[in-house]
């Protein structure tokens, strides 16, 4: 990494940002701190400036890498002061707000006191920052190392012979489909000059595989004329049309754009012609902006080519049809398999690759080496050539190491992955490089990461102005998606919110962090380098209590997180997995020494209670706790002015919140999910929502439990959370004792809710309590662009109006449970998107008709229905339905304990039927 892109990577944009806020407001909050923050927001520009001039030159980082964390500490301790001056104003603008005594204790200071403190530090920052540029004198741009950005590249050729890999492995299809698309008699639109691309990180093998399709001899017989054109890093239009005529055979003497445009469309005009756009990628430079804007004149020319032409792009960016304008055919080439890669490896490793097999020992160590590249064939090639010959000391030091501690053997392994994330635009550089926190292979979550991002600054406050509306969630879900398109991160099939990074991307992520970011096993772990700043803790054998093995003493909890107090100011410290039979007991020192943390997320490790401390960690935005027995959080908790995630998920036995809750007023994210499906029979221990939860401004709350006494947070709070958005579980709703308690409609103004329960628990004991779940339920029909609903505990004849309205065109999933003395289903057939149904402990219900299916509307009822179940409906005797009624898309019919069911609608002989 870069010193520029270190030093202004993880906070430095941020810094500047909240200096300019702060200082706004500073004049009504604090204004004795005005001057002080103008010296110091003009002595970090000031060192910015040179910074950026350095960044452009690349310098090596180890030669200034003291210099590096020097400055960097004096960052994060700008960023820690300026913390405690924004949660002071926040903490004085609450006690204002709430009426709240403003006594003098750790969390309210003395005003002049802090201001006092504040300034002094403050002072000391700015003296330190002075003092680095003197004793680490810059040199001059001339003077500076070589660079190391990976523009070497630019040393290709732009265009000549184009000689293929000599062996390729693993790559049949994929040159089978581009040889395909190629060759096809599809003819391009008059304003489409037909572009394939090849999509892939660095070392992938794109370039191999273009080179093995263009030497094809169907391929070479299938065009008039072939070019080959490298596309160097910095290409400006005039050079790149230039290489492209010299590639036609073209004269090359001439300067003007226009000119060498005229030739080559004359050149091509008539002709079937491939051309090949290797590398084309480069989204930072100016060269590539003036590429975009001129990039409709070179269509012009590519179109001047007969009928059938081609230009295939090999590119690592998935904005390339940005130049491009055209949706053309896209291959995606992923990690090569396990058997591919050892080809590839045994292939460079030794003359003959059987040979291998002779040595069991280089056999084994060949494989685990192999294993290493994560299906990259750069990588396998790389190691395979450096061991050609070598001895079995030097294969079994390969095997035991990692990637990064083979640093000098792997260079171009990771300088070609690297320059993909110099593409990166600042803000997202840091983001990515946050990643080197997690091991390789681990799952993670999309909005987690986005939170956690947020808790660190990350999501560059510019794309948030006051005049915009977009949120800091939103944009920070647009730096994650630009890392799915890079391939940095990899989907989990089946899951569409969980994604992994491949081992080659997540050893680069820690490659860029060494120093700053760290994973330490709990078993091998002594005490945290005082540089580390962000921390996962991998529990690998933790013990409740101190007990002695073979192997010494081993750690408990405490000593765990005792090992990290040498920090000098640890920002992150993650537990993962966790393990949830081990119940630790939290040292109580543990806020006081680390201080200055922004997430704290404890996994699904077992915790009985927090201490009353934790309200100590004024710089937290992020709690996390999860899968735990927790039954309350200490009050203090409502001191974290900062916070803003609070994960409490899988707690079932949480009783409580803090009930001042409604301080935190930057609380967004309230995370009270449960893993068990929405009417599981799961018992839930929290009575009630704090009151006042209106006042915060929530974009996730995930369970909403209706209390049942007076003093409890009424429903009608719930009106006031128009962001709310995912899921939402309402729970309780028998606890309504009133139809004054639900005056107004709750939740039809809440657009951004995909996903919603509304549950009531036992019977109603009378005639006005039934009546009473029917008016509840009308108040809380949800906005039309629900996705999944499901209704559970309801007792009511028959249904409001709203539920199987036509008007919520968006559901694709409904659950109707426990609606007990319900007779009529109400005409969900009339959801034209509606694909899975439930229908269980309906015991009312005896028929179902047409009026369930379509209602009083004519067309075909559940056009979109793939799965239909009824469970537990011990009165259903018959199911009847007209031509309108037969469920076109059913595949799966799954019938339970209805033993009364005689007459059965006919269904389709495409659809699976279970009756049990």
Same mark, same amino acid.
């Given at each position: 990494?870069t010193?520029?892109?270190?030093?202004?990577?993880a906070?430095f944009?941020?810094?500047l940002?909240d200096?300019?806020?702060?200082?706004?407001?500073?004049?009504?909050?604090?204004p004795?701190?005005?001057?002080?923050?103008?010296s110091?927001?003009?002595?970090?520009?000031?060192?910015q400036s040179?910074?950026e001039?350095?960044?452009?030159?690349?310098?090596?980082?180890?030669?200034?890498?003291?210099?590096v964390?020097?400055?960097?500490d004096?960052?994060?301790?700008?960023?820690?002061?300026?913390?405690e001056?924004?949660?002071?104003?926040?903490?004085r603008?609450?006690?204002r707000?709430?009426k709240?005594?403003d006594t003098?204790?750790?969390?309210n200071?003395?005003?002049?006191?802090?201001e006092k403190?504040?300034?002094?530090?403050?002072?000391?920052?700015?003296?330190?920052?002075?003092?680095?540029p003197?004793r680490n004198?810059?040199?001059?741009?001339?003077?500076?190392?070589?660079?190391?950005?990976?523009?070497?590249d630019?040393?290709k050729?732009?265009?000549?012979?184009?000689?293929?890999?000599?062996?390729?492995?693993?790559?049949?299809?994929?040159i089978?489909?581009?040889?395909?698309?190629l060759?096809s008699?599809?003819k391009?639109?008059?304003?489409?000059?037909?572009?394939?691309?090849i999509?892939g990180?660095?070392?992938?093998?794109?370039?191999?595989?273009?080179q093995?399709v263009?030497?094809?001899?169907?391929?070479?017989?299938?065009?008039?004329?072939?070019m080959?054109?490298?596309?160097?890093?910095h290409?400006?239009?005039t050079?790149?049309?230039?290489?492209?005529?010299e590639?036609?055979?073209?004269?090359s003497?001439?300067?003007?754009?226009?000119?060498?445009?005229?030739?080559l469309?004359?050149?091509?005009?008539?002709?079937?012609y491939?051309?090949?756009l290797?590398?084309?990628?480069?989204e930072?430079?100016?060269?590539?902006?003036?590429l975009?804007s001129?990039?409709?004149?070179?269509?012009?020319?590519?179109?001047?080519?007969?009928?059938?032409?081609?230009?295939?792009v090999?590119?690592?960016?998935?904005?390339?049809?940005?130049?491009?304008?055209?949706?053309?055919?896209?291959?995606l080439?992923r990690?090569?398999?396990?058997d591919?890669?050892?080809?590839v490896?045994?292939?460079?490793?030794?003359?003959?690759?059987?040979?291998?097999?002779?040595?069991?020992?280089?056999?084994i160590?060949?494989?685990?080496?192999?294993?290493?590249?994560?299906?990259?064939?750069?990588?396998?090639?790389?190691?395979?050539?450096?061991?050609?010959?070598?001895?079995?000391s030097?294969?079994?030091?390969?095997r035991?190491?990692?990637?990064?501690?083979?640093?000098?053997?792997?260079?171009?392994?990771?300088?070609?992955?690297?320059?993909?994330?110099?593409?990166?635009?600042?803000?997202?550089k840091?983001?990515?490089?946050?990643?080197?926190l997690?091991?390789?292979?681990?799952?993670?979550?999309?909005d987690?990461?986005?939170?956690?991002?947020m808790?660190?600054g990350?999501?560059?406050?510019?794309?948030?102005?006051?005049?915009n509306?977009?949120?800091?969630?939103d944009?920070?879900?647009e730096?994650?998606d630009?890392?799915?398109?890079?391939?940095?991160?990899?989907?989990?099939?089946?899951?569409?919110?969980?994604?992994k990074?491949?081992?080659?991307?997540?050893?680069?992520?820690?490659?860029?962090?060494?120093?700053?970011?760290?994973?330490?096993h709990?078993?091998?772990?002594?005490?945290?380098?005082?540089?580390?700043?962000?921390?996962?803790?991998?529990?690998?054998?933790?013990?409740?209590?101190?007990?002695?093995g073979?192997s010494?003493?081993?750690?408990?909890?405490q000593?765990t997180?005792?090992?990290?107090?040498?920090?000098?100011?640890?920002?992150?410290l993650?537990?993962?997995p966790?393990h949830p039979?081990?119940?630790?007991?939290l040292p109580?020192n543990?806020?006081?020494k680390?201080k200055?943390?922004?997430?704290?997320?404890?996994?699904?490790?077992?915790?009985e209670s927090?201490?009353?401390?934790?309200?100590?960690?004024?710089h937290?935005r992020?709690?996390?706790?999860t899968?735990?027995?927790?039954?309350?959080?200490?009050?203090?908790v409502?001191?974290?002015?900062?916070?803003?995630?609070?994960?409490?998920r899988?707690?079932?036995?949480?009783?409580?919140?803090?009930?001042?809750?409604?301080?935190?007023t930057?609380l967004?994210?309230?995370?009270?999910h449960?893993?068990?499906?929405?009417?599981?029979?799961?018992?839930?221990?929290?009575?009630?929502?704090?009151?006042n939860?209106? @006042? #915060?401004?929530?974009?996730? *709350? %995930? =369970?909403?439990?209706?209390?049942?006494? +007076?003093k409890?947070c009424?429903?009608? /709070? !719930?009106?006031?959370l128009?962001?709310?958005?995912?899921?939402?579980r309402?729970?309780?709703?028998?606890n309504?004792h009133?139809?004054?308690?639900?005056?107004?409609?709750?939740?039809?103004?809440k657009?951004?809710?995909?996903?919603?329960?509304?549950q009531?628990?036992g019977?109603?004991?009378s005639g006005?309590?039934?009546?009473?779940?029917?008016?509840?339920?009308?108040?809380?029909?949800?906005?039309?662009?629900?996705?999944?609903?499901?209704?559970v505990?309801?007792n009511?004849?028959?249904?409001?109006e709203?539920?199987?309205?036509?008007?919520?065109? @968006? #559901?694709?999933?409904?659950? *109707? %449970? =426990?609606?007990?003395?319900?007779?009529? +289903?109400?005409?969900?057939?009339?959801? /034209? !998107?509606?694909?899975?149904?439930?229908?269980?402990?309906?015991?009312?219900v005896?028929?179902?008709?047409?009026?369930?299916?379509c209602?009083?509307?004519?067309r075909i009822?559940?056009p979109?229905l793939r799965?239909?179940s009824?469970?537990?409906?011990?009165?259903?005797?018959?199911?009847?339905g007209?031509?309108?009624c037969?469920?076109?898309s059913?595949q799966?019919?799954?019938?339970?304990?209805?033993?009364?069911?005689?007459?059965?609608?006919?269904?389709?002989d495409r659809t699976?039927?279970s009756?049990?």
């Open positions: 990494m010193i520029g892109e270190m030093i202004l990577g906070i944009q941020a810094i940002t200096l300019r806020h702060l200082i706004l407001s500073s004049s009504a909050e604090a004795d701190l005005e001057k002080d923050l103008r110091l927001l003009r002595s970090l520009t000031r060192i040179i910074l001039d350095v960044e452009k030159n690349q310098v090596n980082k180890k030669e200034q890498k003291p210099w964390f020097e400055f960097r004096v960052q994060y301790e700008a960023n820690d002061v300026l913390d001056i924004r949660m002071e104003c926040l903490r603008r609450t006690v707000l709430h709240v005594r003098v204790s750790w969390m200071p003395n005003r002049l006191q802090f403190n504040i300034k002094v530090r403050l002072r000391q920052i700015i003296e330190d920052i002075d003092k680095i003197t004198a810059f040199p001059p741009a001339e003077a500076l190392p070589h660079r190391i950005s990976g523009d070497q630019d040393a050729p732009t265009t000549g012979n184009v000689s293929s890999e000599s062996a390729l492995f693993g790559r049949e299809a994929e089978e489909t581009i040889v395909k698309l060759t008699d599809g391009p639109s008059y304003n489409d000059p037909g572009v394939i691309t999509q990180v660095g070392g992938i093998g794109k370039t191999a595989v273009a093995a263009y030497n094809r001899k169907d391929v070479s017989k299938n065009f008039f004329l072939q080959w054109v490298y596309v160097p890093r290409v400006a239009i050079k790149l049309t230039r290489s492209i005529l590639a036609a055979g073209g004269s003497n001439l300067s003007e754009l226009h000119m060498l445009q005229e030739q469309k004359e050149l091509l005009a008539g002709k079937k491939l051309l090949v290797d590398n084309l990628w480069n930072k430079s100016e060269d590539w902006e003036e975009v001129n990039w409709d004149e070179l269509k012009k020319i590519f179109l001047a080519g007969a009928p059938g032409s081609r230009i295939l090999t590119t690592r960016s998935p904005t390339t049809t940005r130049i491009t304008r055209t949706i053309g055919p896209s291959i080439l990690g090569l398999s396990f591919d890669s050892l080809s490896f045994l292939h460079h490793a030794f003359e003959n690759p059987v040979e291998y097999r002779k040595e069991p020992e280089l056999a160590a060949g494989m685990e080496i192999t294993a290493k590249c994560s299906g990259s064939p750069l990588a396998a090639k790389t190691l395979g050539s450096r061991l050609r010959g070598e001895d079995r030097t294969w079994e030091q390969f035991k190491s990692g990637m990064l501690h083979l640093k000098e053997s792997c260079y171009g392994i990771f300088r070609s992955l690297e320059s993909t994330y110099h593409q990166l635009p600042p803000h997202q840091r983001c990515f490089r946050f990643c080197g997690f091991p390789k292979g681990h799952v993670f979550d999309k987690t990461f986005i939170r956690l991002w808790a660190q990350y999501i560059f406050p510019k794309e948030i102005s006051a005049g509306e977009r949120r800091v969630e944009v920070g879900g730096y994650f630009s890392f799915v398109d890079r391939l940095f991160f990899e989907p989990i099939e089946g899951c569409s919110t969980k994604y990074m491949s081992g080659l991307i997540s050893e680069l992520a820690q490659l860029l962090t060494e120093g700053e970011c760290s994973m330490i709990h078993d091998m772990m002594s005490s945290v380098q005082e540089t580390i700043r962000h921390s996962a803790l991998i529990l690998d054998h933790l013990h409740s209590s101190t007990s002695v073979s010494g003493p081993r750690k408990t909890a000593d997180l005792e090992c990290f107090y040498s920090s000098k100011g640890l920002y992150t993650l537990v993962l966790g039979e081990i119940c630790w007991q109580q543990m806020a006081q680390l200055r943390l922004r997430v704290l997320d404890f996994g699904n490790i077992e915790i927090l201490d009353a401390s934790i309200g100590q960690l004024i937290l992020y709690l996390g706790i899968s735990s027995s927790i039954k309350g959080l200490p009050d203090s409502s001191n974290l002015y900062n916070l803003q995630t609070l994960c409490l899988n707690c079932k036995r949480l009783k409580t919140l803090p009930k001042d809750l409604s301080y935190l930057g967004r994210h309230l995370d009270l449960d893993d068990a499906d929405f009417d599981d029979e799961v018992s839930f221990s929290l009575c009630s929502m704090p009151k939860i209106y @006042k #915060l401004k929530l974009q996730t *709350l %995930s =369970k909403f439990v209706v209390g049942g006494k +007076l409890d009424r429903i009608s /709070e !719930l009106k006031k128009t962001q709310i958005r995912g899921d939402l309402i729970l309780d709703l028998h309504i009133h139809v004054d308690e639900v005056k107004e409609e709750i939740l039809s103004d657009e951004f809710l995909s996903r919603l329960e509304l009531w628990c019977n109603p004991s006005e309590l039934s009546s009473l779940h029917e008016h509840v339920l009308r108040k809380l029909k949800p906005h039309t662009n629900l996705q999944e609903l499901w209704i505990g309801y009511r004849s028959l249904f409001p709203w539920v199987g309205h036509a008007s919520f065109s @968006k #559901l694709v999933k409904v659950r *109707l %449970s =426990k609606c007990r003395t319900c007779v009529q +289903l109400p005409p969900l057939g009339r959801l /034209e !998107l509606l694909e899975e149904l439930w229908l269980k402990d309906m015991d009312g005896e028929y179902v008709d047409c009026q369930f299916c209602g009083s509307n004519q009822g559940f979109s799965k239909l009824f469970e537990n409906m011990p009165k259903l005797k018959g199911w009847y007209e031509e309108r037969k469920l076109p059913l799966e019919l799954y019938i339970k304990n209805c033993p009364l069911l005689l007459c059965c609608h006919s269904i389709s699976k039927v009756f049990i």
